[in-house]
């Protein structure tokens, strides 16, 4: 139920003509996140689970930090931006 959410805030944010781009780089995150849930499955073989419940905790930690980095000053872009006029925006 989230996804779609997240697809129409996507669509609802982009400048006219790139929708169809937005919409692809969510499908391949989508994509992307169920490879590497295929690949972490011969994990479950472990009667622990301890290396499967440790890497699942600590590659979205370190992703999450260099997210954070990467996006520090998109939020004053977006602002910025938000702050068009439409017609310009939509062009």
């Known amino acids: 139920m989230r996804s779609w959410k997240i697809s129409l805030l996507a669509r609802d944010q982009t400048v006219g003509g ?6 692809r780089i969510f499908q391949l995150a989508q994509t992307l996140s169920s490879v590497i849930a295929q690949a972490f499955t011969p994990l479950t073989a472990d009667p622990l689970l301890v290396w499967l419940y440790t890497s699942i905790a600590i590659i979205p ?5 260099a997210l954070c980095f ?6 004053t872009q977006e602002d910025a931006l938000n702050a ?3 017609f310009i925006r939509k062009q």
């Open 61 to 65: 930690a370190f992703i999450g930090v």
């Open 84 to 86: 068009l006029p439409d």
């Open 70 to 75: 990467l996006s520090a000053g998109l939020d």
């Open 18 to 23: 790139k929708i169809a781009v937005v919409k």
